[in-house]
């Protein structure tokens, strides 16, 4: 049973618009949380974090929403880029710890110009 | 520059033939992993090794060994053992211990296909 998932294997947003990301996990002990951004034959980046004790955090046009009644993950981009055309895989772990991380399924996120 | 160096990049292989996947970082980081990406599904966990000299299993580790005589060095062998090798293989380095913000930071990743 897959602890973490993104349901949307693909979306596609226009420049200049906002791209919504989602991701859902069923374990309420996890309380960290992570998005990654993968490249065609690269191996992922890492792009925005947020522990449980936040429910926002921002950094330029990425911005993580955390709703922990719901255990549900938002990434935010806006505005959008061609550039940002990536899978987007969310991470999940306890206590911060690397070698926990549980990864969901991917999102195909495509930036039309 | 510091960072992850995963060879080779695209490996061809034949049915029951032992491959080996090399991974090497300067980042000085205590922690390696490797991680396994099928199409459509997230990264799994094949071992991980936190210190010199000792790894653990993660959750699809059959079929696969590793050995860590070097912090550097985290080589993954796939053995004819591993019923469907096919896929992208990803390296992945963290500090570890209380300074662990749980944040990997990856190779490029090796492309395995079995003939």
């Known amino acids: 049973d897959q602890q973490v998932k993104q349901n949307s294997p693909s979306l596609s947003v226009q420049e200049g618009r906002i791209s919504i990301l989602n991701c859902d996990y069923t374990?309420?002990?996890?309380?960290?949380f992570l998005w990654y951004k993968k490249y065609p034959a690269e191996g992922p980046t890492f792009l925005i974090s947020?522990?449980?004790?936040?429910d926002k955090n921002e950094d330029g046009r990425f911005t993580v929403f955390l709703n922990k009644s719901a255990k549900h993950l938002s990434l935010h981009i806006v505005p959008s880029q061609p550039g940002d055309s990536a899978v987007y895989f969310c991470?999940?772990?306890?206590?911060?710890?690397?070698?926990?991380?549980?990864f969901g399924s991917g999102t195909q996120l495509t930036v039309l110009p | 520059d510091g960072g992850i160096t995963q060879s080779p990049k695209y490996l061809f292989r034949k049915e029951g033939q032992n491959v080996t996947l090399s991974c090497e970082q300067n980042?000085?980081?205590?922690?390696m992993y490797w991680y396994r990406q099928d199409p459509g599904q997230g990264l799994r966990l094949i071992y991980y090794?936190?210190?010199?000299?000792?790894?653990q299993k993660g959750d699809i580790a059959e079929g696969y060994s590793v050995s860590r005589e070097k912090k550097e060095s985290f080589p993954l062998t796939v053995t004819s053992a591993q019923k469907n090798p096919t896929a992208f293989y990803l390296c992945?380095?963290?500090?570890?211990?209380?300074?662990?913000?749980?944040?990997?930071?990856f190779g490029e990743g090796s492309r395995l296909t079995v003939l």
């Open positions: 992945a380095s963290s500090t570890s211990g209380g300074r662990s913000t749980g944040e990997l930071f």
């Open positions: 374990n309420s002990m996890f309380d960290y």
């Open positions: 947020i522990s449980s004790i936040k």
């Open positions: 991470a999940v772990s306890t206590s911060g710890s690397a070698r926990q991380l549980t």
């Open positions: 980042l000085n980081h205590d922690a």
């Open positions: 090794s936190q210190i010199v000299n000792d790894f």
